[in-house]
Structures are given as C-alpha cells and as structure tokens.
C-alpha cells in the first residue's frame, strides 16, 4: 500500500510557473512507475507526465516542454515542475502511482492503483 499526499497548488498568471509535489508512505517509491493526471471540470482524468523505476519519463503532448516529472528518493516525494503555465492547465493535479516497474505510453487512470487527494491549479489570463 502507498498513501499519496499532494500539495504545491495554487493560483497563477499565465507564464507563471508552479512545483507541485507528492509525498508517499507506507512503501517505496523505487521501482514503481509514478505519474500526475489532471481533471478539469466536465472533463475525462487526462495523465500528463509519468516517469517509470529505471527514471524514464513520459509526457502528454499538452506539456511536453513545459512540464518535468522528478522524484527525490530520499524524501520520498514526486515532483511536477510547470512552467509556463496556460489558462488551459487549470485543473485538478493528482498523483498516482501503479505496482509495476514500467510506464506505458498512453497514460490511463485505471492502470494506477494508488492516487492522492489532488491539488488544484488555477492559471488567470
């Protein structure tokens, strides 16, 4: 079991930029694909950004550029670098988390097993 904790979101201006951050415990974030997924209101769980056990990351082509996935291991916690923030990016941020060493390229909710509360992002024009 993995418990998730966000935290890191807020309000900004487009071309802002914000760190969101997720915490585990109860287990490892070693060797586990890790990602954050974003809803907006009236919209589908979008993933944007995964990064599997060897590191590797994957991104959505909405952030691609603009976005980085890290985790620091030591403080047991992932990261979602965003900068140049669009109004479009506003949403719920949520990290999740899956069993399996590896990432697939198309990021779904359902393949994720563990998630947090979520965060949210407000990006003002």
């Known amino acids: 079991q993995v418990q998730l904790v966000e935290s890191g979101g807020g309000s900004v201006q487009a071309g802002g930029s914000l760190r969101l951050s997720c915490a585990a415990s109860g287990s490892t974030i070693s060797g586990r694909c890790m990602a954050w997924f974003r809803q907006a209101p009236g919209k589908e769980r979008e993933g944007i950004a995964a990064?599997?056990?060897?590191?590797?990351?994957v991104y959505a082509d909405s952030v691609k550029g603009r976005f980085t996935i890290s985790r620091d291991y030591a403080k047991h916690t992932l990261y979602l670098q965003m900068d140049s923030l669009k109004p479009e990016d506003t949403a719920m941020y949520y990290c999740?988390?899956?069993?399996?060493?590896?990432?697939?390229?198309?990021?779904?909710?359902?393949?994720?097993?563990?998630w947090g509360q979520g965060t949210q992002v407000t990006v003002s024009s």
């Open positions: 990064t599997a056990g060897d590191d590797s990351t």
């Open positions: 999740a988390a899956r069993e399996e060493f590896h990432c697939f390229r198309v990021m779904i909710a359902r393949d994720f097993y563990y």
